[in-house]
Structure formats: C-alpha cells, structure tokens
C-alpha cells in the first residue's frame, strides 16, 4: 500500500507539472499571437512592448526569433533612434531565420514608402534578390532605381529602371524617371522619346509637362514648348512656376518677340537662387530692344567671365547702351571687352571701333591712344574707318599728352609720312620734360621739334623755349641766341609776354647790362605787367642792379624806389641798395638815414648783419668814429656768425690803432686770429698784431703769441704765400685738373698753412667739377668746420647737394639747417628749406617736413614747382601720420599749382576720398580724368584704376568693375602692391556675384 500510494503521489505530482508548464506555453503563445494582431492593427508600440514580453519569457528559438523580428520592425515604423541596430541584431542573432530577408526588404519597403530614400536604399543594397518572389522583385528594381535617381546617382540608377521599363505596373513609371535621367544629362532626343511613351506623371511627380516644355524649348521648338509650359503653370509650385517662365520669356526670346517675352523673364528666379549670364544676357537684351537702356545696363553688368559669343553680344549692346545714356565713358570698359573676344568678326570690330573712338575722345586708362588706335588700323586695314581713324591718330598725340609713348610710335616706324606730327609732339614732350625740371632731355626733344616744325607760330614756340631750357642749364649764349631768333619770328605767340623779361634775365647773365636794362624796362612797360606784379617786382631790381653795377645810381635808385613801393618779395633788398647807392653819389648824410631806417624797418630781413656792417663803413669814413666803433660792437655782439662780423672787428681794430690805442687794438686783433683760424682776416690780423708789437718794442712777445697759435708758421710766410699763389693759377685759369693737383701738393706742403682754408675750398669745387663728388667731401668739411668765412655758404650748399644725391639724409639734414641759419642769399635759404622737408619726410620724421613744408610755402616769392613740393610734403606727411582730414586738404592745395606727377598724385587722392564719401559718380569722372589728363604716371594710374573699380561696384556696375581690375592685373604688374589690392577686390566681387550667377566661379575656386 505504501509502495502505490507513493507512485500514485509522484503521478499526480508530474500531471501537475505537465499541467503547468501547458498553461505557460498557452499563455505565451497567447500574448505573441495577440501582439500579432496588435501588429497588424498598426498598434505598433502596445505590440512592440507584447512582443519585448514574449522575448523575456519564451524559450523556442523560432518564437523568439519571430519576436525580434516584429520588435525591429516596430521600432522602423514608430522612427525609433535604435531601429537599425535592432534590425541588425536581429539579421546576426538569427541568421537562419526565414524571416531574415524579409526583415531586410519590408525596412527598405517601409523607409522609401515613407521618403526616407538614402536610408531605403542602404537596405535595398542588402537584400539578398534570390529569394524574391517576381512581384517583389520588380519593386525591388523599380525601388532601388528610384532612390538612385533621388540621389543623383543617374548612372548607377538606369540599369535598375531598365529592367522594368517594359513591366505592367512600373513600366510607365521606369520611363519617366529613365526620361527625366536623359533631360538631365541633356540628352535630349531620348528625353524626348521617354516622355512621349509615358504619356503622363507618375503620381508623386507631376512635372511631365514640365520637362516637356523644356525639352521643346532646348529643341527650339518654341510654340510647342510655350503651350506646355502655360498648361504645366497653375499646377505647379513656385520654383517650377519661376522655371517654366524662364521657358516661355527665353521661347518668345528666340522668336525675337521681346515685348512679349520680357514680363517672363522679369518673373524668373533663378534655378536654386541663381541667374546665369544666358538668362541676364536675353532679359537685358529685351530691355535694350525697349529702349529701357538703365535697365539694360543694370542687368548686362551681371554678366562677368562670360568668354562665349552670348557674353560678347551683351558687352557689346552694354557698350551701346552706355552711349544711348550719353554715358560714353563707362562704354569704353564694355567695347574693351568684345573687341578681345574673335567670337564673332562683326562684332569684334565694331567694338574695336567704338572702343578706339571712345579712348580718343575720353582718354585711355589702360593703353596710350595712339596705340589703341594704331592698333585698330593695324588689325582692321581694310575697314571702312581708316581715313577717320588717321585723324584721330595724328589728333591723340596731343589729347592723350602721352607724347612719350607717342614719341616711340612715331620713332619705331609703324607711323610715317607725318613729320609735322613727330615735330609737334617732340615740342610737347620737351615742354613737359622743362616742367619736371628734365632740362638736358628737355632740349633734346625741343632740338627734335625745331628740325620737324614748319609751322611759324609753333616753330616760335619751340624756339622760345630751348632758349629757356639753354638759360636753365647755364647756357647763357646759347640761350641769348635763341631767344633773339625767336623775336624774329613775327608771328605772336602767347610766350610773347614773356620775352623781355627773359631776355633781360639772360643779358644780364652774360654782364651785357644796357641790353638787360632795355629788356626789364620794355617788360615793365608791357600791359600785362601790372597783373604779374611778381615778375614785376624782379624786373624793377634787376633794373636798379644792371644800373648799380654800371655805376649809373640815380636810374638806379629810381628802379629800386619801384620796387619798394610795390612792397613786394625783396623789398629789404631794394631799400638797401638804394642806401648804398646814395653813398656813391657822395650822398653819405642819405645813405645813413636810409640804413638806420632799414634797421628799424627790416628787423628780421637776411640782409640786417649787412646793412649794420655797412653803417659802421659809412660812419668811420665820414669821421664819426665813435658811432662807426659802436655799429660794430652791435654786429659783433648781436650777429656772431654773421660773415661780415670777422671784417667788422679787423676795421674796429685797425680804427683803435689808428687813433694810437695799441692795446685795445692788440686785444681785437688776437681775438680774430684766434677765432678766424685759417681766414684772409686770421692771416691779416696776425700781420697787424705783429705791427702793434714792433711800435710797443715787444717783438718777443709777438714771436711767443704767434707760435701759439694753430697753423701758423712764421718762418714759413714767404714760402707759404709763394706756394699759394702757385697753386691758384690753374683754378684762375678755369683748368679744374689743374686746380685740384696744385691745391692738393699746396696743403701736403704747408696742411695748416695761412691759405688751408681757401686751398681746401677750391680743392673741393676742382674735385666737385670733375664729377669726383666723394673725394671733395672732406675738403668741403673742412671749410665748413671753421669759422664762418666766404666760402661757408657755398660749401654748405655743395656739402648738403652731394649727401642728397646719394640720400644719405642723416648727413644732410644737419647741414642744410645751418646753411638754413647761415645763408645771406635767399635762393640757398629755400634751398635749404625745400630739402629739409624732403629729407625729414624720407626719413620719417613726419612733424619736422610738415614743419619745414610750411615754411616754404610762407616765401611768397617761391615758383609754383617748389610750392607744389612743398604742399605735397604736407599731405603725404599727414597721410602717413594717418590724419586724413589735413591730407585732403593738402591734396585739395596741391591740384592748384602740381603739374605732371605731382597732379597725378592729387588727382589720385581727389578720387580716394570722393569714394570714402560714397560719391562714386564723382570718382569715376575724376580717375577718367586723371587717365586722360596723366595717363603717363602709371602708378597712380593704377592706383586710381582700383578706386574707380570698388565705384563702379557699388552702383552696381558688375562688369564694368572686374574689366578695369582684371586690365589692372594683366598690364600693371610692375606694380604688385596695385595687383594684389587690384586682385583681392577682384575676388570679393566674384565671391560675391557667385551667390546669385551660376557662370561665375569664386577667384578660390579656379
């Protein structure tokens, strides 16, 4: 019984088990077949979360594989972030499951159903095709093609398409997306084909009308592609509606039906954003049939790097439309441009054509005008134009004022038969040459032109000014020839006016005095003088010198009494002369009236140390000579450093020992010796000291004084004079050779002899005159190291004159301010000042040239070249000081007076703040004329050039801007700080452009 009963225990315990176990397998099959059903009920996360459950709790392996499979899935269609992982998972944890590859489709299925096409075709790449049924398969194809397309993967996609391309359900379909490949490789006959056998859109993509009308269009069937596009417009949205007006405005283009066309085109955007030269070209050559001209411009300046013969038409229509709009000047940039595209012969050469007219009547910013137009006659010699276009040429020479370029055109052969021409032009440039102070180049050319010239009132001209080239380099005789053929000429000419004043000025150059008086007085008696009262002024003092120095003082008091009362530039110097001049007609009593007035009226005059040294004369030789001692001591004392202070205490001294006081005049006498070394007065003053100590009997004492002083040998006196006296007669002969090899034995035999200071003096004008300007140096040096002499001033000015030539600015700069300090005649004065501010500029001391600059400009008597330097010092020194305010201003000065480069650098300058102020109209009228007015000073040419591009831009005016940057590029590379600013605008304009043009490619990207 116990036996049974425990069998009878373990049955029911194993039938309880069995029990268990059914109803946890029915429970899970349950839960998996009711996720099934919330699956196909679309419930995808309730079912997701059932079959995570059945995952947790099932054992069988199919199950469970079954049950990853609907979570991967359900996971793709709620767009969860793990979907392809658990996709993944799957496909690796049952690889074996029949539902592998189902998995792996249904997920493409689903993510191209739903748009998602580049994550449906990753998948479609993993399907493994064997196992699809036909239905499946041919979806596959069509699916993976189409995701391909969607992709732009045109290759890759039509094997795909093509082998379904004849099946029932997505043959049509194949067709049209095979079709739309070929419209977008512009195949456009296969397009063509396609579409016809479609018939119509596939559902997702309506635009077979669309593709149509432009395939029509691309076939230049017009009216075909104007009706399907109108058609395809009310279902189409706005990018499509903007394309398909760019069909039907570029169809009635080609139909040459503008009015029609034009509202079309105004209504397209551009495909993505962006216009290409093509659509510019055809909506502004719609404006221009108008008669819209500003539009047309406004549009045809979109067009940049065209370099096709659609690009060369609208270049040249721009050029017209230019001069439609009296705008000539801008036309010139956009005939530039078709006339160097041979895309089309016509065109080409109307354009050169226009483009050579255009730079003769409005200059040239990028060539002479004689070279462009030569350039014409040389490329078009059969052209209907060229007896116009020789006039034009002969005429440029003189309208470009480029007559250095015109110069080599006319010398290098390609122009003959115009010597008239050639003269003329030599007289131009010769004179331009005379205003840059070119004097030797100058008279080469004005030779030129006097060979050439027939023509009288020219050849007058010419001839009047190589007399002034020949006065300029010191030709006084060539000069006084020419000047005297001139006058022979009867025909007037507007130099007339200035004849006798220049004559006068070369007589009296060469010492003949009467004649120099004639010229002067017939000068001041002309009717314009009393309008060049400068002129004037000079010519009343060169009247009262030539008389002065003929010793005919009373005309020439009466000539001084002019300019005095003109109160003009050298007023001091006219008073003080006619106070001399009273001493010579034994008017003492005058003339010391007339100096004592001078002193109290001319406080700060150059000539002060003069006229004081003077009264002192004049008071000791009228017997006043406590007056004469006192005058003296005021000059000694107020005027140290004056040239006449040396003479001053030799005549105090040798007054003392006349009047018997031998100890005073010993005193005045050591002390020049001492301070004067090396002077005629030093040398003088030892020879009267040595008299006062025989008369005291003290002749020891003189030898022990005499030997103390440096430089001097007694015992050597007749030696040194003998040797001296030698050595000058070279340098009076006017032999420099000679004078250098004699002054250099002098000084190797007597270094610190009595005439050291005078040897070394000539030595160095002998060694100046030879050229050898280094070896002169030292012996300039030396004279300039004593005490002030009559040769400080002179070798002041070589001195600073040699360090300026090999800018050496730090030796010349102390130099010239004490020959500023120094300096009795007024002309080394403004020499010295004009240098001053040219070194203290070059050297960067930007305050000092300004400074200095403005002392120049404050002698009224200045030329209006130096006065042009001075003004130019002032505005580049403040530019470089970054106050552009002052720099404007001086620019502003600087046009006033400047010729040649200095003009073109003012100009320049003019156009740079007009941009700064945003008057780009301005700008462009003013670098026209610096072209035109200075087109020889290439830099600022250049410069400006830039300027002029950055305002053409900012109105817009495209092409106009990156033609003048891409000329300055290719013709101006000696200038690369030009180019690369030049290139760098360039390539923010393209950057810029490239948003909106698609035929424009950034300068980075090339």
């Known amino acids: 019984m116990q036996k049974l009963a425990l069998m009878l225990l373990c049955f029911m315990m194993v039938t309880a088990t069995y029990a268990q176990q059914s109803k946890i397998a029915t429970d899970d099959l349950a839960t998996y077949n009711q996720a099934i059903d919330l699956y196909q009920e679309d419930q995808y996360l309730a079912s997701q979360r059932l079959f995570e459950k059945v995952l947790e709790t099932v054992d069988d392996e199919v199950i469970r594989g079954n049950a990853s499979y609907y979570i991967a899935n359900c996971a793709v269609r709620l767009n969860q972030r793990n979907s392809d992982q658990l996709i993944e998972k799957f496909v690796e944890e049952y690889p074996t499951s029949i539902k592998k590859n189902s998995a792996i489709i249904d997920v493409a299925d689903y993510y191209f159903d739903n748009g998602n096409y580049r994550k449906a075709a990753t998948w479609y790449q993993r399907v493994d095709k064997s196992t699809l049924s036909r239905k499946q398969i041919n979806r596959y194809y069509f699916n993976t093609g189409y995701t391909l397309v969607q992709a732009k993967k045109f290759d890759d996609a039509k094997p795909f398409l093509n082998r379904v391309s004849d099946d029932q359900e997505y043959g049509s379909k194949a067709k049209y997306y095979l079709g739309y490949i070929a419209y977008e490789n512009d195949e456009v006959e296969t397009a063509t084909e396609l579409f016809d056998q479609v018939g119509e859109s596939p559902e997702d993509d309506e635009k077979l009308s669309y593709y149509k009308a432009d395939l029509n269009y691309k076939s230049g069937k017009f009216d075909e592609a104007i009706k399907l596009a109108k058609e395809q417009l009310p279902k189409s949205n706005r990018r499509e509606k903007s394309q398909l007006n760019r069909i039907i405005g570029q169809s009635l283009f080609n139909q040459e039906k503008y009015d029609e066309a034009l509202p079309y085109l ?8 962006k216009w290409n030269n093509n659509d510019y070209y055809q909506l502004g050559y719609a404006y221009y049939k108008q008669g819209d001209f500003e539009k047309a411009v406004e549009t045809f300046n979109k067009i940049i790097d065209g370099a096709n013969a659609t690009a060369q038409n609208a270049y040249y229509h721009l050029g017209q439309s230019y001069i439609k709009l009296d705008r000539n000047e801008d036309a010139l940039n956009a005939f530039k441009k078709a006339s160097e595209m041979d895309l089309d012969p016509q065109i080409s050469e109307d354009a050169s054509y226009n483009y050579a007219k255009l730079s003769y009547e409005n200059g040239n910013p990028y060539d002479s005008v004689p070279a462009v137009i030569l350039a ?13 276009m020789n006039e034009f040429l002969i005429d440029s020479y003189f309208s470009s004022k480029n007559y250095k370029e015109a110069l080599r055109l006319l010398e290098d052969g390609r122009i003959k038969g115009n010597e008239a021409v050639y003269g003329k032009v030599a007289l131009y440039y010769g004179l331009n040459l005379f205003t840059s102070g070119e004097y030797q180049d100058a008279l080469e050319n004005l030779d030129k032109a006097v060979k050439y010239i027939v023509d009288p009132e020219l050849k007058k001209k010419t001839i009047f000014w190589k007399a002034e080239t020949m006065y300029q380099l010191n030709n006084f005789t060539g000069a006084y020839e020419n000047f005297k053929k001139a006058k022979a000429i009867s025909t007037a000419i507007e130099e007339d006016e200035l004849y006798n004043y220049d004559m006068g000025y070369t007589q009296f150059k060469l010492k003949k005095y009467d004649e120099a008086i004639k010229s002067f007085t017939a000068f001041t008696k002309q009717s314009g003088a009393n309008n060049d009262r400068v002129r004037l002024n000079d010519a009343y003092l060169r009247i009262g010198d030539a008389n002065f120095v003929t010793k005919q003082y009373w005309p020439g008091m009466e000539a001084y009494n002019k300019a005095i009362e003109l109160n003009g530039f050298n007023s001091d110097y006219a008073a003080f002369q006619k106070a001399i001049s009273y001493g010579f007609v034994q008017k003492n009593d005058r003339k010391i009236e007339d100096l004592e007035a001078f002193i109290k009226r001319f406080k700060t005059s150059k000539y002060i140390d003069d006229v004081i040294y003077e009264l002192g004369n004049t008071y000791i030789n009228t017997n006043q000579v406590a ?11 107020g005027y140290p450093n004056s040239i006449y202070t040396s003479q001053a205490m030799m005549r105090k001294g040798l007054q003392l020992y006349n009047d018997g006081n031998l100890d005073q005049s010993l005193i005045v006498f050591k002390q020049v010796a001492e301070k004067y070394a090396g002077t005629p007065q030093a040398v003088q003053a030892i020879s009267s000291a040595r008299q006062v100590y025989i008369d005291k009997g003290n002749t020891n004492d003189y030898a022990v004084w005499v030997r103390s002083l440096d430089g001097v040998e007694v015992t050597d006196n007749e030696l040194d004079d003998t040797a001296y006296e030698s050595a000058e007669q070279p340098f009076i002969k006017g032999d420099m050779n000679g004078t250098a090899r004699e002054m250099k034995k002098y000084l190797n035999q007597f270094p610190n002899g009595k005439h050291a200071l005078k040897a070394h003096f000539y030595l160095a004008q002998a060694q100046f005159s030879e050229n050898k300007k280094a070896e002169s140096v030292p012996n300039y040096e030396y004279v300039v190291s004593k005490e002030r002499s009559e040769f400080t001033e002179q070798a002041l000015a070589r001195l600073s004159e040699i360090h300026l030539t090999t800018k050496d600015y730090d030796k010349a700069i102390p130099v010239l301010k004490e020959l500023e300090q120094l300096a009795d005649f007024p002309q080394n004065v403004i020499y010295a000042q004009s240098n001053l501010m040219k070194a203290y500029y070059e050297t960067e001391k930007y305050a000092e040239a300004v400074k200095y600059a403005n002392k120049v400009l404050a002698d009224t008597s200045i030329e209006n070249n130096v006065k042009s330097d001075a003004e130019i010092i002032i505005a580049r020194s403040s530019w470089k ?15 006033e007076t400047a010729t040649g480069s200095l003009a073109a650098e003012a100009t320049y300058y003019k156009a740079y703040f007009e941009n700064k102020e945003g008057d780009h109209d301005a700008v462009i009228t003013t670098v026209n004329g610096l072209s035109k007015n200075y087109g020889g000073y290439k ?45 760098n605008e360039l390539a923010k304009i393209k950057t810029e452009v490239a948003k909106t043009n698609s035929s424009v490619v950034p300068t980075n990207q090339n």
């Open 376 to 388: 014409y006659l040389e490329k078009y010699p059969e052209s209907d134009k060229q007896s116009e």
């Open 939 to 983: 830099l600022w040419s250049a410069k400006g050039l830039v300027v002029m591009a950055k305002s053409y831009y900012a109105l817009d005016q495209t092409l106009n801007a990156t033609t003048i940057l891409d000329a300055v590029i290719a013709n101006f590379t000696q200038y690369p700080e030009v180019v690369t600013t030049a290139k």
């Open 266 to 273: 105004q209504k397209y955007e551009g495909t993505r954003g």
């Open 627 to 637: 007056a004469g001692i006192r005058t003296y001591d005021k000059l000694i004392s």
């Open 881 to 895: 000081q970054g106050n552009e305010t002052a720099a404007k201003t001086a620019y502003e000065k600087v046009r």
